[in-house]
């Protein structure tokens, strides 16, 4: 993944296009998409390291807001702000003067309950790394966490990580839970190598994860 920030580059929205198609799909109830088989083609798995012990999953909990987003091995502390749609129609990430901030999409799943949660964030501006910089680097086995409104840490597990080309996305894959009982969650940003002719990337690098835990607030003492 080409990464130079002081090139001048501006990654336009047409870098976000790709997850309208999953919104779109997400309408239609696609589910039980499976991505456990070997990949080819324009979809490459970036970390999948075999015999790696993967905790069981958590089952959904009651909704709650993102309010902040921890990923400690790739050194991700940030605030989480709802987003919306633009005016194409694709989700809207935070603007480039707030590039350290990660994106929800506050009209879909809140995290911990049951579906697929979907943030976004930038790989970079025109003079900096941005909040999802270091997002290839992912692997299975990494722990995300989500501090929620109600005071509790829902702990999700990487457990795959993808890099789509945007000539041939394919949304279903990319947004369709990989098991329609758990709760999921997505971190997507830009990929691949930068287009000076289209002025955005070529890919979206993609991770996957599930819950795996749930940190409860501590009870107020009396």
């Known amino acids: 993944m080409s990464k130079h920030p002081g ?9 976000w296009a790709v997850l309208l198609l999953g919104l779109w799909l997400w309408g239609r109830d696609a589910t039980d998409v499976s991505l456990s088989g070997p990949t080819t ?5 970036v970390g999948r390291p075999f015999g790696v012990d993967l905790p069981a999953p958590h089952r959904p909990v009651k909704a709650a807001k993102p ?11 940030a605030p989480v702000v709802a987003r919306g749609l633009d005016g194409g129609g694709a989700v809207d990430p935070p603007p480039y003067d707030q590039a350290g901030v990660v994106g929800w999409y506050g009209a879909g799943t809140e995290p911990g309950e ?6 976004v964030g930038h790989v970079d501006t025109q003079t900096r790394p941005a909040v999802f910089y270091h997002l290839s680097e992912s692997k299975p086995g990494d722990t995300v966490k ?15 990580v993808r890099v789509y080309e945007r000539k041939h996305f394919d949304a ?8 329609p009982s758990r ?6 940003t830009c990929g691949g190598t930068f287009d000076k002719a289209s002025r955005t990337y070529t890919a979206n690098v993609v991770v996957s994860a599930y819950l795996s835990g749930i940190e ?3 009870a107020k003492q009396g």
């Open 67 to 77: 309010q902040r987003l921890d990923v400690a091995a790739l050194r991700i502390q």
């Open 7 to 15: 090139s001048g580059r501006l990654i336009t929205g047409l870098a």
């Open 183 to 188: 709760a999921e969650l997505r971190l997507i």
């Open 216 to 218: 409860q607030p501590a």
């Open 41 to 45: 083609g324009d979809a490459a798995a």
């Open 146 to 160: 989500v501090m929620r409104d109600d005071g509790s840490v829902a702990e999700f597990t990487v457990d795959d």
């Open 114 to 119: 049951r579906g697929t949660a979907l943030f």
């Open 172 to 179: 279903a894959r990319a947004y369709g839970p990989h098991d």
